[in-house]
């Protein structure tokens, strides 16, 4: 015998005619007479039966149309007590409350723990479709302004900007391309962006000599383009010195 299933149709759940007619091994016409039958007595006491056509192909391939019912609960059990009990009248019984009980138990149990799944999936979609954008974001501010103003930029201002000079390490190599000598030094473009001249090298030389910094402390490095760098270690000593406005500082355009 086979196995009654309740479908949901517009929030209600019904059984197909076809498939109660089927439990009860009688054609499915002789079914639709006894609802035909009853059929008021059914829908003034269980609200109104939904009926369907559907149009088939028969297998002489003529066009045919087929008549279905779907009834509630109440009216296929109601349809149940008309019959008498035999056998197959109480197997069908049995067979629709549990088809029945079973549909309400997916609607009332398995259909909301699966929401609650789909939810959290979809949440975990978002999610990693906020941290892909956050990545990129981050890698394009990291290119643009350097790694440190990332935090800054995404709204956090508390956050410590630190900036790691770069210092230019110039290495001469012979001709098998070994190290010739090494000097760390400092060129009179980086300090002129340093103290505030800008591209004017000349004027940042300028304030140079005013502070007593001699030729002789001009170094020349050992490079294919010779450029004269003082050491580094001056470095600090020349910041005390712009900081106290030590020196002739000549004025750029526009100051």
């Not at 340093?194 to 402390?217: M, P």
């Amino acid at each position: 015998m086979s196995t009654l299933t309740a479908i949901q149709r517009e929030g209600i759940l019904v059984v197909d005619s076809r498939s109660l007619a089927l439990n009860l091994e009688i054609q499915h016409k002789n079914l639709l007479g006894t609802i035909d039958k009853y059929l008021t007595k059914i829908e003034r006491g269980f609200g109104g039966v939904a009926f369907e056509t559907r149009e088939f192909k028969t297998l002489q391939g003529n066009n045919s149309k087929e008549r279905i019912a779907y009834l509630t609960e109440e009216q296929a059990t109601f349809l149940m007590t008309l019959s008498r009990n035999t056998n197959r009248v109480i197997e069908c019984k049995l067979a629709l409350v549990k088809a029945f009980a079973e549909a309400k138990t997916i609607i009332n149990q398995v259909i909301p723990s699966q929401a609650q799944e789909i939810d959290r999936l979809k949440l975990e979609l978002q999610l990693a479709q906020t941290q892909e954008r956050l990545l990129l974001s981050t890698s394009a501010i990291a290119t643009m302004h350097g790694r440190e103003m990332v935090a800054l930029i995404l709204g956090k201002p508390d956050a410590i900007v630190t900036r790691t000079e770069k210092v230019e390490t110039l290495v001469t190599v012979d001709e098998r391309g070994r190290a010739v000598a090494k000097y760390d030094g400092i060129g009179i473009s980086y300090l002129a962006k340093r103290y505030g001249f800008g591209s004017n090298t000349k004027a940042c030389r300028h304030w140079l000599e005013t502070i007593g910094v001699s030729d002789s402390q001009w170094l020349t490095e050992p490079s294919l383009v010779k450029a004269q760098k003082l050491p580094r270690e001056i470095l600090p000593w020349l910041d005390r010195q712009y900081a106290s406005r030590q020196g002739t500082r000549q004025g750029l355009l526009g100051e």
